[in-house]
């Protein structure tokens, strides 16, 4: 999804947001900025009192850091409105999608003719919808019936259709979606206010967005700085009263100096980028197609340090594919390759198909007249776990070794060593074996193969470099799991993964202190992506899955996982990033500014003026203004993000002391100066 951050309606948007938000209720919300408010409420009142003869500083002097002030709360408020109005393009784009459409209710499930047509707001749980080709699916549900091509390009902006059927993990389907061919018989699992693209709307609203726990305890760090500068420029009024008295010599700071001063000192610029820093993280993840159900679950993302990945689809490219015939003595490669495509022909698994065109490739065996063989063909069962042909007084089968060992001795045929151990190879080798037997006769194996994505084992080295263990979740035997763990270069499997292994796994992990992160689609995935501290759910799961995860990806693909992980990371180091320069910040202007406001009670503090500053007006207009600017420049880095790279935690942090830390020092000093050359140059002061 295109980035929206600076299209002209979110701007303008952003600026009618900025002032609405400059109400004390929307403030408060934000301590450190609600300190800047007051502020610039005081000055304004002080600058209004000066009219009536009671002056704490020069009408325009008063006036210039009042309006500083409401420009600084304004940047603060634009950094928010603006990372919000992201969230709510999001939302828009997706309430075009939820409408009322008129839906066929049924009577029964089996008669698609006998209906109801209703409105789709009115639909209940329970509720059984037909749906053909160009209609709009009214409202979430499960597939009951059929087997169709959705169009979900409202819901994850991809144009590419999907297959939705059903039975197993492709089986739910989302409300304003249209069908693109065949039909569906659906059951509702959702009413109106309750679908899953409700949900959407609300949490991709960046208003609805909850601070995290992290979050909230950076906010209580700043909130807790700010006292404390707080209480030590309050008590800059009476101690320089009686300092000036003591000394007989100069003048007590002014109220409006005090106040500059405070707002100077306080962590305003990480205070007042905190918010959109921590909405933005949640609408890049949305940009990604990830719906994240709470900001706690996208740092949670940025600390993981155990991933478990599912092989199918993840790791390898979901179906495997027969790359080699393997006969047994006194039989011909093509020979087993044409009983090996006899009995795939009706195969429409991806397997079946593979095994069709390595055939064809290999030999030019091309498809037969089904209707002169007059055959009937075996389906494939998970009792039997064999499939075939029967044609002209010959039996085909193919199938796992131990169901067609049973099924030859069973025909008096023998299952020979020879046999035995070409599935023991392939299985060593990764593969998946199956025999195939005509009549009662083994004629050799099908090498089924696993094929390892491209760039897979890359991203892994990544992940290692960034201290993140990748885990390899598989339901194949030891031996296979061995085999495509070390091609694609993982760290750890889990092989026969049961519901039960997979959880016990993660809860050994995180008793050990780590983070961990998992993703699944299916309703046996339900009870680790609970336990997970990452779960992301396939939008193309079942709904216990989605239910269970605090993440779905709408695009359905398991790879995003490691995209999350960068985007959570991501967040924490921008977070990190701009708290390091704020504090920098303040140490900076803390030395560039206190000696100058006591130059008219102790002259001899003119020697610490190693900056040159003008004067103690232009030294506190010049801070102010640049801790007014520094807020607007960084806005762009808190929305994008710090740049990421794929480092431990300690080089992370070294990094970001030397750039940031160092920079948010040096920076000050440098613009306090600019802008103090500037103001005496055009006569401010």
């Not at 393009?89 to 009322?100: V, W």
Request: hydrophobic share 50%; net charge negative.
């Amino acid at each position: 999804m295109k980035e929206k951050s600076f299209d002209k309606s979110i701007l303008s948007d952003a600026i009618l947001q900025s002032f609405m938000k400059l109400n004390p209720a929307a403030q408060l919300r934000n301590p450190v900025m609600f300190v800047v408010y007051v502020g610039a409420i005081f000055t304004s009142f002080l600058f209004l009192l000066s009219f009536a003869g009671i002056k704490d500083e020069s009408s325009g002097y008063t006036f210039a850091i009042a309006m500083i002030l409401w420009f600084t709360c304004l940047f603060a408020n634009f950094a928010e409105a603006i990372a919000e109005g992201r969230g709510r393009a999001q939302a828009e784009s997706l309430k075009s999608a939820r409408k009322d459409v008129k839906a066929r209710k049924l009577i029964s499930p089996s008669d698609v003719k006998n209906y109801t047509e209703v409105i789709s707001s009115s639909l209940k749980k329970g509720d059984i919808v037909f749906v053909e080709a160009g209609e709009q699916i009214p409202m979430d549900g499960d597939v009951l019936d059929g087997a169709a091509s959705v169009d979900e390009s409202a819901i994850t902006g991809e144009s590419a259709p999907v297959i939705r059927e059903s039975g197993g993990d492709r089986s739910a389907v989302t409300g304003g979606t249209t069908l693109v061919s065949d039909w569906l018989i659906i059951r509702i699992t959702a009413e109106a206010g309750e679908s899953f693209l409700d949900k959407m709307i609300a949490m991709v609203e960046g208003a609805a967005r909850k601070k995290t726990p992290n979050e909230i305890a950076l906010q209580i760090l700043l909130v807790a700085l700010t006292i404390i500068f707080l209480v030590v420029t309050a008590m800059l009024l009476p101690f320089t009263r009686f300092s000036s008295m003591l000394a007989d010599s100069g003048a007590p700071i002014s109220i409006t100096n005090i106040i500059a001063l405070l707002v100077c000192l306080a962590p305003t610029t990480i205070g007042a980028l905190l918010s959109s820093i921590g909405i933005a993280g949640m609408s890049r993840l949305n940009q990604a197609n990830v719906l994240a159900m709470s900001g706690r679950a996208i740092e949670a993302a940025g600390d993981v340090d155990v991933l478990l990945l599912d092989k199918t689809g993840t790791i390898t490219l979901g179906n495997r594919q027969a790359s080699e015939f393997l006969p047994l003595q006194g039989v011909s490669e093509e020979e087993l390759a044409d009983a090996a495509q006899l009995s795939s022909i009706a195969d429409e698994t991806a397997e079946g198909r593979s095994i069709v065109i390595l055939a064809k490739e290999k030999f030019g065996i091309r498809g037969r007249e089904l209707q002169k063989l007059q055959a009937s063909f075996i389906e494939f069962t998970a009792k039997t776990r064999m499939s075939g042909i029967d044609f002209q007084g010959n039996e085909i089968r193919k199938g796992a070794a131990e169901a067609v060992k049973s099924y030859v001795t069973e025909k008096g045929g023998e299952y020979t060593e020879e046999c035995d151990r070409l599935v023991k190879e392939v299985a060593k080798a990764g593969g998946t074996p199956l025999v195939v037997a005509k009549n009662e006769k083994v004629l050799g194996v099908i090498y089924l193969k696993d094929i390892v994505k491209n760039g897979v084992k890359e991203r892994f080295e990544d992940l290692r470099r960034m201290g993140i263990k990748t885990i390899m979740i598989t339901g194949d035997n030891p031996m296979t799991a061995a085999a495509i763990a070390a091609e694609a270069g993982v760290d750890d499997f889990l092989a026969e993964a049961t519901p039960e292994a997979k959880l016990s796994l993660i809860r050994d992990y995180q008793t050990k202190g780590h983070l961990v992160a998992m993703t699944g689609d299916g309703t046996n995935d339900a009870p680790a992506l609970a336990q997970a501290d990452v779960a992301v759910a396939m939008n193309s799961g079942t709904q216990a899955a989605k239910e269970a995860g605090n993440m779905v990806d709408l695009d359905s693909n398991p790879t995003k996982l490691i995209d999350i992980v960068r985007i959570g990371k991501q967040l924490l180091m921008t977070r990190g990033s701009l708290t390091t320069f704020s504090v920098a910040n303040d140490v900076a202007k803390y030395f560039a500014i206190i000696p100058v406001l006591f130059f008219s009670i102790y002259p001899e503090l003119s020697v610490l003026n190693f900056m040159g500053l003008t004067s103690t007006v232009s030294a506190i207009l010049s801070a102010i203004i640049y801790n007014a600017l520094i807020i607007i420049a960084l806005i762009p880095l808190a929305l994008k993000g710090v740049k990421y790279r794929e480092l431990p935690a300690v080089k992370l942090l070294q990094r970001n002391l030397l750039f940031y830390g160092l920079g948010g020092i040096i920076a000050p000093f440098i613009a306090i100066k600019v802008i103090d050359m500037l103001l005496s140059a055009f006569g401010v002061v």
